[in-house]
């Protein structure tokens, strides 16, 4: 579970989501566990009562407050840990990464690839006892694709032509072309139309108060501090086993350490430091199992590209070529993850493995950004143009240390070749709303989810620009749009990679990104908690599945 979160979308969320999307199985590690032998400490000793029961709760830690519970709102980690929990798209991944019904019982595709018929499941209540029908779903594709509505998740649902109402549980999609993500993109959230329509969307209270369809309702959230959520015991899912999910506003890693060895915590996603050797005690081994697998994601240092340094290729070519990208995977997630060259994961099927890497030299570096015009006029080891020191900040979050200790890396990196920077870290909502949206940066340090398709348009289009949008890099190559749209409205999975390799291979070549690193996730959980199957989708997929035993249950919680 990334930065302490549990969802039931269908991508970990590193900072903004990306669009959830469709594609076949992909390899994937399995996770890796140290299982804890016995009970937690203080709880009761289990006899052979090892039986999924209900009740109890999971106290676990976000290091930022979540910013909206309506999912088509939301672009931060923080918010969908919760939303995820509460609502439902049509389709959902499975523990192999495949993709299944949720709130849709079947669908058929034509032969075109043009028209999806959605089947609804019959016995689905939003959780204020109203039914779910067709109209929830299509009030929520028209207000996605409504301009007014400020959402980065508008470009899979424009691709429809026209949505046709059959009756209460049936629908029909059409597009105007072939469209290789179009089924997974329905995996978007629902919103309820019967609490929604004919508002402000922005303006509702269920922008705080949300009412979905999934396992978990909303109690309660005070900002700053904790989000509660309750068991849907109506769920057509089924009532999860474990009663109560309290989310905790911790903006320290170290601080959530210590909750976590003082018995407070039940969750979180240990640093490398803290996995490698802080946990490795026999006390630890008999309270909490670990987990390991790589991420569907990335860490990266984006280029601003309004700012008049970022402009020129070769200046970021010479940027990548100065940041030792080895040594922050061995120094700073002492090599628990693995260098980044592209926006796909290194062990799938998308991912091409014969992109320009730009290997670490830093003589090499300081001849192209010479050739670039940038030199040290001065004699004082800052490289200059027209006068200007090459100088810059990176921004990145609070409460993520191995970003922070990657940026001190990357600043003395670079002041070997004679570029000054500083870094500045920021809480959680100030970094997105005053920063990423305003584009009031020079350079971020941050990291992405990645869905199992490798559609990539919301992140690299060059009309994805806007406040809320995700392109916050104002990256803009003619090319990559038309590959982009080319691939994603390519269904055959061999010649669809053609596109995406090519896409890559320009990204490489542009380097808006310096792709920094794919880490390792490195989850850590209460060894009450039984019924964590490690799969390919990692731990959290079966999260309404995972129990306690009823003698270690440590929570009363009142219904």
């Known amino acids: 579970m990334k930065e302490a979160m549990i969802t039931r979308l269908s991508l970990t969320v590193l900072l903004l ?84 019904g949720d709130l849709a019982e079947r669908w058929e595709i034509s032969e075109d690839k043009l028209t999806i018929r959605f089947y609804l499941r019959k016995d689905v209540k939003w959780q204020d006892g109203h ?9 929520t594709y028209k207000v996605i694709i409504d301009p007014k509505t400020p959402t980065a998740y508008a470009t899979d649902f424009k691709k429809v032509k026209d949505f046709r109402w059959l009756d209460d549980y049936t629908f ?69 086993y474990i009663d109560r999910v309290l989310t905790r506003v911790i903006p320290d890693p170290a601080t959530t350490f210590l909750e976590l060895k003082a018995g407070r915590l039940d969750l979180m996603t240990l640093s490398p430091l803290q996995y490698m050797r802080q946990t490795d005690t026999q006390w630890f081994k008999e309270n909490f199992a670990k987990y390991k697998y790589l991420v569907f994601g990335y860490t990266y240092l984006g280029y601003n590209l309004q700012r008049p340094m970022f402009r020129d290729r070769k200046v970021r070519q010479a940027l ?108 959680w909502a100030a970094f997105l709303k005053n920063f990423i949206n305003k584009r009031d940066f020079d350079a971020c340090l941050l990291g ?24 916050f890099i104002s990256y803009d190559n003619p090319e990559v749009d038309r590959l982009l749209e080319e691939g994603a409205g390519t269904y055959d999975r061999n010649e669809r990679k053609k596109y995406y390799d090519q896409f890559q291979e320009i990204i490489a070549e542009d380097q808006p990104y310096t792709f920094l690193f794919v880490p390792d996730a490195l989850p850590i959980v209460s060894s009450r908690f039984h019924g964590i199957v490690p799969a390919p989708a990692g731990i959290e997929y079966n999260f309404i599945k995972w129990y306690v035993p009823k003698p270690w249950q440590k929570y009363q919680i009142q219904p």
């Not at 016995?38 to 290091?63: E, Q, W």
């Not at 039914?131 to 009030?139: A, C, G, L, N, R």
């Open 17 to 100: 989501a990306a669009t959830i999307s469709l594609c076949g199985c992909e390899k994937t590690e399995q996770a890796p566990v140290e299982q804890a032998s016995k009970p937690a400490a203080g709880s009761a000793v289990a006899t052979n009562d090892d039986k999924p029961a209900y009740g109890d709760m999971l106290i676990r830690a976000s290091i930022g407050d979540a910013s909206v519970l309506l999912p088509v709102l939301a672009s931060d980690g923080a918010s969908f840990a919760i939303t995820g929990l509460i609502y439902n798209g049509l389709v959902k991944y499975d523990k192999d990464i495949k993709l299944i």
């Open 448 to 471: 992405w989810g990645t869905g199992q398709d490798p559609n990539q348009i919301d992140i690299w289009n060059s009309k994805k620009t806007g406040e809320h949008q995700l392109n």
């Open 320 to 427: 990548t070529t100065a940041i030792n990208r080895e040594s922050i995977v061995e120094g700073v997630l002492l090599g628990l993850g693995q260098v980044s060259y592209s926006p796909y994961k290194p062990d799938t099927f998308w991912y091409n493995p014969n992109v320009k890497k730009f290997p670490y030299d830093p003589e090499k570096a300081k001849r192209m950004l010479a050739e670039a015009g940038w030199e040290d006029t001065e004699g004082d080891g800052i490289l200059r143009k027209e006068g200007k020191p090459f100088e810059f900040t990176i921004l990145t979050n609070q409460g993520n240390d191995l970003r922070k200790h990657a940026a001190t890396i990357i600043q003395r990196d670079l002041a070997k070749v004679g570029i000054r920077v500083k870094i500045r870290v920021i809480e």
């Open 172 to 240: 029909e999609v059409t597009y105007d072309k072939p469209y290789a993500p179009a089924l997974g993109s329905w995996g978007q959230s629902v919103l309820p139309s019967h609490l929604l329509e004919g508002q402000d969307i922005t303006q509702s209270p269920l922008k705080r108060h949300p009412i979905g369809t999934g396992p978990y309702r909303f109690i309660e959230w005070k900002t700053g501090e904790k989000i509660v959520v309750d068991s849907n015991r109506d769920c057509f899912e089924g009532r999860p």
């Open 131 to 139: 039914p779910f029908t067709s109209k929830d779903v299509e009030y």
